[in-house]
């Protein structure tokens, strides 16, 4: 009973001032107003003061006193201390400590004085009582309470219960029936009653019950009923019992509960008159059944969900109909009604909020108010709390709203004057009325609107404290919106406004919040009501029933049923539309062109159902072969490029998806990114780019949308413009071009795991398309100030972000182009100067101000050792600059102009289109022909400044302060390869630019070199590229070719482009010597033979492509040769051994790998048909070699001589051609394992083409231990020293002689390329004819002056620069103009199939061992001896058509070869055993030599194959330590092969045109 304790001071300091205290606390108590309440709190009070004087703690007398002065406060005070000590009594007679019980009764025999007797005696125990001595025996007292009970409760009092006067009840009857409008209250009429049930002996309980009925048909007089009942009951139970059997009364089946009942019961729970717990259990049905009820319901709905989605039988039909016959028989039954929702409603209609919740909550979710009466109801009273901040906040302009009238009612919750007090019950309202404010349209929309209008304050408000409530309102709005709002939407029937307007306020969130309700709403809210169970049900099976019938033809009557559909539902709707996606690629179109009828809720929801489409984990992005990405990604992808262009849908979502997924490492999601770029923005990325959309693809902006692509896509403004805007607003432009460019890598080395090699390959592509693509789109959409602010320098890019250099550069390009351009037009405005002088200079002003920062920044990017070589300057200016800066496409915008002209006539000559559409489409047409013309134009001003700037910059490009080779290496591997298969345009960009460089007259830059590097070894290259790759590979070759080819076909087109230009010098001197007279340049027949060796080089790199049997190198092969097509093959024997090759392929693949054979019959069948425009070999360069005149004097990296012996020599059409470069296979690894010694012993010396130099010492010694085996066939030699040959040799020997100890390691590196194959020749002939040994010694116009000339000018050259001097190579030079072919024929023969490979170049031309000097020698002799023969031959050809100048010219040859054989008799035997051994091991090693050609070579080949294998198997192990270079090997096996033919055709008589060499 203590509920307040007495402060222990007070006990203490009592006579101080606790006394005062207490007494001033009673008298506080007995002051408040509460009822019932100020009685329990006095009685604690006099309770604990009581219970201190039991315990001892205060004295008798002091209690005493202050007990007396209470008395005085109440009149029921004496009342109130004897229910205390009624209390006192139970608990100290229980106690066994006797003192406190005599305090106890010493306490109340105290307050005997101010207690009367009476009230303890009917309080106190009997014990009691006779301890204080009030009753005499205890015993006795309690048998007379026993007896005065009986009396009371037992005995029946004689007397009729039905003596009350029926005339009592009338007259109750009439006097609660009256007018109550005037004076009457219900007091008076009180008064009456109790009158009339005093007069009339009326039952106090019929009486209330009567005055019930009346309340129940007079309801609108509640304020006077309900006091009239406040004032007349004295027990609530007894009112409760009475309603209760009210209730109890329709509960029968078939009966109704009036509403009247319900009424008068929520009155009475409202007043507190009676509690609902009492009433509650009266009612029907019980609460388990309402539970059970909600469950049956639940599992109706999802049975008939199921109904929908299967397939049912005819047979099932009809027992089905069957069963819902009986069902709708049994609700004929009517159950008696809900009377626990008959009450809720009423209390919902007067107000009372408090009661209605703790009824709803004895109830399953969403049960009370799926009833709609209910509903309807709680709506009503939502109307009125939330009506005053509506018309504040929410309210349109200019509506005027419907007046909503307040409830009479004090009691209802109070309406809501700001956003704060939505919390105190209006969403929880909203929250138990949950999807069915559905009923209420208008609610409906006043809620969405408040929700507005609180975002705009969300949105204004700074505050941190004002922040911290907004983000809680901000919460239970959304809250509001995932439980109410969609699922609402849902059960309204097709209600576009409603959509519309809840987009209003969710367009205000972001994103992420709008997706997490979809998500709720999509995947939770159908499963929480049978309605909506049954409503999801519905949506799919009509989106079955439009989907079967969607065709192109009817999209427009589809896309209305769409439409509506969407409205409510539009998740599901979208959820079974994106699956038939998936698994139906061709309904993309016609489904995109129905979605025109959505609304823009409709629109985002679909967003996000294509995103959570795509991150469906359960579905694999891979087919099952793993080598492909599967089909359902690649159609949403598909469907997301054309639905987002198509319709203004939000695109951070889908953007930030893809986002997420590189950052997560995963790049199958670019296929969308792609998708939406391509459609949006019209910029399409594909290898299969025709020549004329590549060609536009180099102009500016209108020509690219114009004829750049397959498809002209118009309209792309306003999409690319929403594209543009998402990626900024949410700052993602950079972050994916960072993750792409990463990924790309990642691809391969992360991503990678056990996917299998060819989808790598595909990621990859993708990954790098992508990047170009959107690269391309930022680039020509971003302003200039939104792009430089967004990009980082170049060092920043790539030392922070660790992105590739191409990808680097790619994205910093357009950033330069704007700075330039701008800085550009600063200088002009600031010097108004209208000279073009002036705006060159202030060009190169702007590009030298932009671009000196980028210099700098390069620097970090590569070790300092590389710009040795390539200057910073040159390296930015390559990355730097595009195809539009080089070149004017003027066919191309003469291409578009004339189409626009078509187009223009077409128009006026169709009389079927309206005057007013013709004159629109002709201006269309005109203007977009000035804005081609005018772009011309500008891009024309554009690449002259952009000229005249490299004009001026050239000269400090390139350093070469190490070798020419080396500059060159350094080219291809850090700008041209790099950057040739970034993109198509970039292919050709690197072509173009070579040859730019070399039509510059760039200092140190070997145009030859670079050519030949790039054509000679494409294994490696082709080998590591993807499919994507190889198009743009095969296309910069295809460039490439083009320019050479030009330069092949005409003399005059020769001489003009490369004829004294640096790049085609074939001596390189010190550096910063670039000049040259003509003896330096390479002629144009020389040129043409190495052209065939480069068309050779690429025919067996194919062919050993093709027979590797790998996937990547076939296909990268095929597709390669498939771009080149227009320029090779041009040689009809290579054509041929590429067709067989590919026949090959093609009956290999078949039925193995169908994509290949695929690709290798549609390059077969090209071949073929350009077959008609191949040419013989002798055609293609001229064959026939002349007389040679001297030999070549040493070499360095120059095409044409390193690598290869200076040979001119000619093959069959076999092929044999071929074999002249077999050597370049050591470095390849793409020949027999013969071939690898040298390739292994080429690695001693170092990498920048300059092997170490041969000591004096090693060279004697080397020549002593060969005298001696040199004398022993001296006496083998039948014509040694006595021939003009051997005369020539020795005077070279000499020469060779004399030169220091130290020279320089280029001119021995010539000597030991010099072809030896001429010796094998000349063994064979003198074998088969004494004749043509004669002939051959009167028949060699030999140029010992030139040699001489060599051996001066290295000498002079080689002390102190070593380092920079690069190498020599010499042509032969006639002496006089009469001699004009023959001096092409012996250029052709020192250029042929001589040119350094792209991989070996460094190793097998540069880097020859030290003790290979030895073979220096015989290389010298032996070309002479050999061009001997085949000059007299020649000769004998010749000797009709060349006059007697030539033969004047003989003569004194023949006197210098007289010269020649006097210095030459010295070593005759030494030379003669050297030419002897290395004819032996050249032929073991060419006959173990395989050539690219077909597998059917003529049998005269096999036969000499076979001699020169038999003649030289003796030889080959004593001379393997000597072996030289792999190009001399290989010609000595045909100078042989020739040799036996002379014998052939000497042998029949006939007479062949051509020559096998």
């Not at 609700?331 to 107000?351: S, T, V």
């Not at 590919?1142 to 039925?1151: F, N, R, S, W, Y």
């Not at 102190?1360 to 690069?1366: C, H, I, K, L, N």
Request: with cysteine; hydrophobic share 30%.
């Amino acid at each position: 009973m203590a509920t307040l304790i007495l402060p222990g001071e007070w006990i203490k300091n009592w006579e101080k001032s606790g006394k005062h205290e207490f007494v001033q606390l009673c008298k506080d108590l007995t002051e408040k107003t509460d009822h019932g309440s100020e009685v329990r709190d006095i009685q604690a009070a006099l309770y604990e003061l009581s219970w201190q004087v039991v315990q001892g703690n205060l004295k008798l007398d002091l209690a005493t006193s202050v007990l007396g002065e209470m008395m005085e406060l109440r009149d029921d005070m004496p009342s109130i201390l004897a229910d205390v000590f009624s209390i006192l009594d139970l608990e100290t007679s229980a106690l066994e400590e006797k003192i406190k019980r005599e305090h106890y009764t010493s306490l109340v025999g105290a307050c005997l004085f101010f207690v009367p007797e009476v009230i303890l005696k009917e309080r106190l125990d009997p014990e009691t009582l006779e301890s204080l001595g009030l009753i005499k025996q205890a015993h006795q007292f309690n048998q007379k309470i026993v007896k005065i009970k009986t009396k009371l409760f037992y005995k029946q009092q004689k007397f009729n219960l039905l003596r009350e006067e029926n005339e009592g009840y009338a007259k109750l009857i009439t006097e609660l029936g009256q007018d109550l409008s005037g004076s009457i209250t219900s007091h008076l009429v009180l008064e009456s009653i109790k009158s009339l049930i005093g007069c009339f002996n009326l039952d106090p309980n019929r009486v209330l019950d009567i005055i019930l009925e009346v309340y129940e048909s007079r309801s609108d007089q509640d304020e006077f009923f309900l006091s009239l009942i406040k004032s007349y009951m004295c027990e609530p139970l007894t009112l409760c019992h009475i309603l209760g059997f009210k209730f109890k009364f329709y509960q029968e089946p078939n009966e109704e509960t009036p509403k009247s009942l319900y009424h008068i019961a929520a009155a009475l729970l409202h007043h507190n008159l009676i509690e609902l717990e009492d009433l509650y259990v009266h009612l029907m049905p019980v609460d388990a059944t309402i539970v059970e009820e909600h469950k049956r319901d639940i599992t109706e709905a999802k049975q008939i969900a199921r109904k929908l989605v299967m397939v049912v039988l005819p047979s099932e039909k009809s027992e089905d109909k069957d069963k819902e016959k009986e069902k709708e028989e049994e609700k004929n039954d009517k159950p008696p009604d809900n009377q626990k929702l008959g009450l809720l409603e009423a209390l919902l209609r007067i107000g009372d909020w408090h009661h209605a919740q703790s009824i709803m909550d004895q109830m399953p979710s969403f049960y009370a108010t799926s009833h709609k009466a209910i509903a309807l109801a709680l709506c009503q009273l939502v109307h009125l709390t939330v009506d005053p901040l509506y018309r504040r906040s929410g309210l349109p302009k200019g509506a005027k709203g419907r007046v909503i009238h307040p409830l009479r009612n004090k009691r209802a919750p109070r309406p809501a004057e700001n956003f704060e007090d939505l919390r105190r019950d209006t969403f929880s309202m909203m929250c138990y009325l949950g999807p069915h404010l559905s009923h209420d349209a208008i609610l409906f929309a006043k809620i969405v609107r408040l929700g507005k209008g609180f975002m705009k304050e969300y949105q204004s408000e700074n505050r941190p404290d004002g922040r911290e409530k907004m983000e809680t309102l901000l919460s239970c709005f959304l809250c509001i919106a995932d439980q109410v709002l969609l699922p609402s939407l849902s059960l309204m029937e097709c209600n576009a406004c409603m959509s519309e307007e809840v987009w209003g306020l969710f367009k205000l969130f972001p994103y992420q919040h709008r997706y997490r309700l979809y998500g709720q709403w999509k995947n939770e809210t159908y499963t929480s009501h049978p309605l909506l169970v049954k409503v999801k049900a519905t949506t799919v099976e009509r989106a079955k029933y439009i989907m079967k019938r969607l065709t192109k033809e009817n999209v427009k009557q589809s896309g209305r049923q769409i439409g509506k559909l969407s409205h409510s539902n539009p998740t599901i709707l979208f959820d079974y539309m994106l699956s038939q996606i998936q698994w139906y690629d061709n309904l993309i179109v016609p489904v995109v062109d129905s979605l025109k009828y959505l609304t823009s809720l409709n629109y985002d929801v679909l967003a996000y159902c294509i995103i959570e489409a795509l991150a469906n984990p359960e579905k694999e992005k891979m087919k099952h072969d793993d080598t492909t990405i599967s089909s359902w990604l690649q159609s949403l992808a598909s469907l997301c490029g054309a639905v987002f262009r198509k319709y203004p849908i939000e695109l951070a979502g889908l953007l930030q998806y893809v986002t997420n997924q590189l950052k997560a490492g995963k790049s199958f999601d670019l296929l969308i990114l792609k998708e939406v770029v391509q459609k949006m923005a019209g910029i399409e990325i594909t290898d299969e780019m025709t020549s004329e959309q590549l060609e536009a693809m180099t102009g500016g902006e209108q020509l690219k949308a114009e004829g750049g692509y397959f498809g002209q896509i118009r309209n792309t403004k306003k999409s690319s413009q929403r594209l543009k805007d998402a990626l900024l607003d949410h700052e993602l432009a950079l972050p994916l071009c960072l993750l792409m460019a990463q990924q790309r890598n990642g691809v391969v080395f992360l991503e990678s795991g056990e996917k299998h090699l060819k989808l790598v390959g595909h990621l990859y592509d993708q990954c790098h398309d992508t990047l170009v693509q959107f690269g391309g789109f930022l680039a020509s959409n971003l302003s200039t100030e939104d792009y430089i602010k967004r990009v980082p320098s170049i060092d920043i890019l790539c030392n922070q972000f660790h992105t590739p250099h191409d990808a680097a550069f790619f994205l910093s390009r357009p950033m330069y182009a704007h700075q330039i351009l701008s800085k550009y037009d600063e200088l002009k405005k600031a010097e108004k100067g209208n000279r073009q002088q002036q705006k060159v200079h202030k060009y190169v002003a702007a590009c030298e101000t932009v671009m000196t920062p980028v210099h700098e920044a390069v620097m970090s990017l590569h070790p300092a050792r590389v710009w040795d070589d390539i200057r910073p300057q040159f390296y930015a200016t390559f990355w730097s600059l595009t195809m539009y800066d080089l070149a004017v496409p003027h066919s191309a915008y003469d291409r578009e102009v004339n189409k626009l002209k078509v187009q223009i006539k077409a128009i006026e000559d169709n009389s079927e289109i309206p005057m007013n559409k013709k004159k629109k489409e002709k201006e269309r047409c005109t203007a977009l022909q000035e804005k081609l013309q005018e772009e011309e134009k500008k891009q024309l001003e554009h690449v002259q400044r952009v000229l005249h700037r490299l004009k001026l910059e050239k000269d400090n490009w390139l350093l070469a302060k190490s070798t020419k080779n080396e500059t060159i290496t350094k080219f291809l591997q850090l700008c041209l390869f790099p950057r040739c298969i970034f993109s198509s345009i970039d292919a050709v960009y690197c072509a173009r630019f070579v040859e730019l460089v070399h039509q510059q007259k760039t200092p140190n830059f070997c145009t030859l070199l670079c050519y030949d590097r790039v054509f000679s070894a494409i294994i490696y290259t082709v080998a590591s590229c993807t499919e994507n790759e190889s198009h743009r590979y095969g296309r910069f070759l295809c460039c490439m070719l083009e320019t050479v080819t030009r330069w092949h076909s005409d003399r005059a087109i020769y001489e003009k482009e490369c004829v004294n230009y640096p790049g085609f010098l074939t001596i390189f001197r010190a550096t910063g010597f670039d000049g040259g007279n003509k003896a330096d340049q390479l002629d144009y027949e020389n040129f043409r033979h190495v052209v065939h060796k480069w068309h050779y080089m690429l025919t067996k790199a194919s062919v050993h492509c093709l027979e590797t049997g790998d996937y990547t190198h076939i296909r990268n092969i095929l597709i390669v040769l498939t771009k080149i097509l227009p320029c090779y093959p041009k040689v009809l024997n290579l054509g041929q051994a590429l067709e067989c090759r590919v026949h090959k392929i093609c009956l290999e693949e078949k039925d193995k790998r169908p994509d290949l054979y695929a690709l290798a019959m549609g390059y077969s069948g090209r071949l073929k048909s350009h077959k008609a425009h191949m040419v013989p070999e002798n055609e293609f360069h001229h064959k026939e070699q002349p007389a040679r005149s001297a030999t070549p004097a040493s070499q360095q990296n120059g095409p044409g001589s390193t690598g290869k012996p200076a040979s001119g020599t000619s093959k069959t059409d076999e092929g044999t051609s071929e074999d002249g470069e077999r050597g370049k296979d050591k470095a390849q690894g793409t020949t027999k394992p013969v071939n690898k010694a040298n390739s292994a012993a080429a690695k001693v010396t170092t990498s920048n083409g300059n092997g170490a130099l041969n000591s004096t010492k090693a060279v004697k010694e080397r020549d002593d231990k060969e005298k001696s085996g040199k004398e022993k066939k001296e006496k083998k030699e039948k014509t040694a020293g006595s021939t003009p040959e051997t005369k020539a040799e020795s005077r070279r020997e000499k020469l060779r002689d004399e030169r220091p100890g130290k020279e320089e390691r280029p001119a021995r590196e010539g000597k030991e390329k010099t072809p030896k194959a001429d010796r094998e020749k000349v063994k064979a002939e003198e074998k088969s004819s004494k004749d043509d040994k004669a002939k051959a010694g009167n028949g060699e116009p030999a140029e010992p002056s030139r040699e001489r000339d060599a051996t001066k000018e290295s000498k002079s050259k080689e002390k102190g620069e070593r380092s920079a001097v690069t190498a020599t190579i010499k042509s032969p030079i006639p002496r006089s103009e009469s001699a004009e072919s023959e001096r092409d024929h012996k250029r052709r023969k020192l250029d042929s199939h001589s040119s350094p490979s792209h991989s070996s170049s460094v190793k097998d031309n540069s880097n020859e061992p030290k003790d290979s000097t030895s073979k220096h020698h015989a290389n010298y002799n032996s070309v002479s001896r050999s061009k001997s023969r085949e000059r007299e031959t020649e000769k004998k050809e010749s000797d009709g058509t060349q006059g007697r100048s030539k033969e004047k010219k003989e003569e004194k040859e023949r006197k210098e070869r007289k010269r020649d054989h006097l210095i030459n008799e010295r070593e005759p035997s030494l030379e003669s055993k050297r030419r002897k051994d290395e004819n032996g091991t050249n032929s073991s090693k060419n006959s173990k030599s395989e050539s690219p050609s077909c597998d059917s070579p003529l049998s005269t080949e096999k036969e000499k194959t076979k001699r020169s294998k038999s003649s030289s198997k003796e030889k080959t192990d004593s001379v393997k330590p000597e072996r030289t270079s792999s190009g001399g090997k290989k010609e000595s096996r045909h100078d042989k092969e020739k040799s036996e033919k002379k014998e052939k055709r000497d042998s029949s008589g006939k007479e062949e045109k051509k020559q096998y060499p």
